[in-house]
């Protein structure tokens, strides 16, 4: 950490090398890489971005909760009741733990403006407070198609009238027994709770080639560690170059997040979020003649 300050970038490339890991925090919580940063040293920066990419300790690391808190595992938390609150501003589980908050609401439409840029054919994973499947209503694309595995929300949705929409289907099941049998979509989002990014976000991704239409657009719900910036970047990296290696281009669109006030988390069990920041990302196709340069220069860097 204090190479890392310094600026030191051989000293901090072979302290990597002999083994010091990327992600250690000091006893103020910060990494090698917040310090780095704070310090203006972006080679340093860049340099342990790369190297949190590339070691083993990520991986297994990737085991993040695609929605932070969440404790318990998929198939438990659908096996378990949820609540809606009376005024309909959040979910929680029988733990208390929030499963989706209407402060994520400008979010979500800027999700929804994301995948349906080209109307058509919309699917989304979890409808949670049915948030963007409003946003994606308010759009009127071709086809709305809702995938929700858990029972009480399910009820939910009926009971508000979802199934009577025009041109929505809802499909009562987890994603991964009725995918990849649907679509192809033109525009896809994923946000869904107890699952992880190493076993379930990770399989899902590597549907998108039979899911998306060429010319689509994919995007999720990215609550990869939004406790820490800089892991937060090494994340974006990762899923930057897993999705290229598809053949599918990631964008990273930065939008200023008001944190909800104390107030908002009363009667949550975890506060999942405190990060002024959200990394809204955008995947789409790279087209066989897109010139090489055009598409680097539209990228995101990680450390932004
Ligand atoms: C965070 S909420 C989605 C919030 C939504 N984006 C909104 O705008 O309100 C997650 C939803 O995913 C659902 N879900 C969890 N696991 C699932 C799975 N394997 N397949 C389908 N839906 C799932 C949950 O029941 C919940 O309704």
């Not at 949705?157 to 929505?168: I, P, S, Y």
């Not at 964008?251 to 990394?279: M, N, Q």
Request: charged letters at 25%.
């Amino acid at each position: 950490m204090v190479a890392a300050k310094a600026g030191h970038s051989s000293v901090v490339g072979r302290l990597l090398e002999a083994g010091a890991p990327w992600n250690a925090l000091d006893k103020n919580g910060l990494c090698a890489g917040e310090h780095a940063e704070a310090a203006g040293h972006q080679d340093v920066v860049n340099q342990l971005v790369v190297a949190g990419c590339r070691a083993e300790l990520i991986l297994a690391a990737a085991e993040q909760h695609v929605r932070p808190n969440g404790q318990v595992s998929n198939q438990d938390f659908l096996a378990r009741s949820v609540r809606y609150s009376s005024s309909n501003d959040r979910i929680l589980d029988e733990d208390g733990e929030a499963v989706m908050m209407e402060w994520e609401q400008p979010l979500m439409e800027a999700h929804a403006e994301a995948i349906c840029c080209s109307g058509g054919d919309i699917l989304n994973v979890g409808f949670g407070l049915g948030l963007i499947d409003a946003a994606i209503q308010r759009r009127k694309p071709r086809s709305h198609t809702i995938i929700e595995a858990h029972p009480d929300v399910h009820k939910k949705m009926l009971d508000t009238g979802w199934d009577k929409k025009e041109g929505v289907k809802i499909v009562f099941a987890r994603w991964q027994e009725v995918l990849p049998g649907l679509g192809p979509f033109d525009g896809i989002f994923f946000d869904t709770y107890g699952e992880y990014y190493d076993a379930d976000m990770r399989e899902f991704h590597s549907l998108l080639p039979k899911i998306l239409k060429p010319g689509g657009v994919y995007s999720f719900f990215n609550g990869l560690v939004p406790t820490n910036p800089f892991f937060q970047a090494v994340y974006r990296q990762i899923v930057d170059m897993e999705m290229a290696a598809m053949g599918i281009e990631t964008t990273f669109i930065s939008l200023p997040v008001d944190a909800p006030d104390e107030s908002v988390w009363k009667g949550v069990k975890h506060r999942y979020w405190c990060s002024d920041a959200y990394y809204l990302p955008v995947c789409e196709y790279i087209e066989a003649d897109h010139g090489g340069e055009s598409q680097a220069e539209s990228r995101t860097p990680p450390s932004s």
